[in-house]
């Protein structure tokens, strides 16, 4: 007896406790971005942190990229319904950015925004612990500008759109302040196995 959709030949590992609701597994790795793709060049790249509307710390690549790296591989789920099992992932943790800084966060909650004018908020307690990375490789190599590149928000167990790519900084903010699609009526949190989607899921 086989399982269904399994073809292998090794034992089935069970997938199925790591797909969420209403979700679909894909082998490739859609894009999806809401405008063009910006080509942002390195020597013109920079990571600011803010405090309000107030600049705490900025970086430029080279001197980001001298920040301690971490890898991790997880499962991302975007909104669409698609998820991808073992994304591998590296960059530096939201952790260590805070920590180059000498900040200890200020406020409860993130905007994160990017140069392609997208934003998008989150918790802050969401991307601390080991949980949100800076990431500048996908899978071992620079990551493609399509999918972010030279770095994105990786936050994995929330919807990939709360993921920004081509970030360019976190800001602290007093209050959960709606995002790009937040505004547009997806969640405010977006937890894939609540499936909170939209607005009022
Ligand atoms: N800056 C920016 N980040 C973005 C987006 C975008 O349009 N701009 N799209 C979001 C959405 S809706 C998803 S599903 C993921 C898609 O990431 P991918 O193209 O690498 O799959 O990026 C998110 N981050
Ligand atoms: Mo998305």
């Given at each position: 007896m086989f399982t269904r959709g399994f073809t292998g030949?090794?034992?089935?590992?069970?997938?199925t406790d790591r797909i969420p609701p209403g979700q679909h597994l894909v082998p490739d790795f859609p894009v999806l971005s809401a405008g063009p793709t910006p080509h942002v060049d390195t020597s013109n790249w920079s990571f600011t942190l803010r405090v309000g509307p107030k600049p705490v710390k900025q970086w430029t690549w080279d001197e980001f990229n001298a920040l301690p790296r971490t890898s991790y591989t997880r499962d991302i789920h975007c909104v669409t319904t698609w998820s991808k099992l073992d994304t591998r992932w590296e960059g530096v943790l939201v952790d260590d950015v805070l920590a180059a800084a000498g900040?200890?966060?200020?406020?409860d909650f993130l905007l994160a925004h990017s140069f392609d004018g997208y934003s998008t908020n989150v918790p802050v307690a969401d991307v601390v612990g080991g949980k949100g990375m800076i990431a500048v490789h996908f899978d071992g190599a620079p990551l493609e500008a399509d999918h972010g590149g030279p770095a994105r928000l990786v936050i994995?167990?929330?919807?990939?759109?709360?993921?920004?790519?081509w970030i360019n900084g976190l800001q602290f903010t007093t209050r959960d302040e709606a995002g790009f699609w937040e505004l547009r009526g997806y969640h405010m949190y977006g937890d894939p196995w609540r499936e909170q989607r939209f607005t009022n899921d």
């Open positions: 030949r090794r034992p089935a590992p069970d997938l900040l200890t966060p200020p406020t994995p167990h929330l919807y990939f759109w709360k993921s920004a790519k």
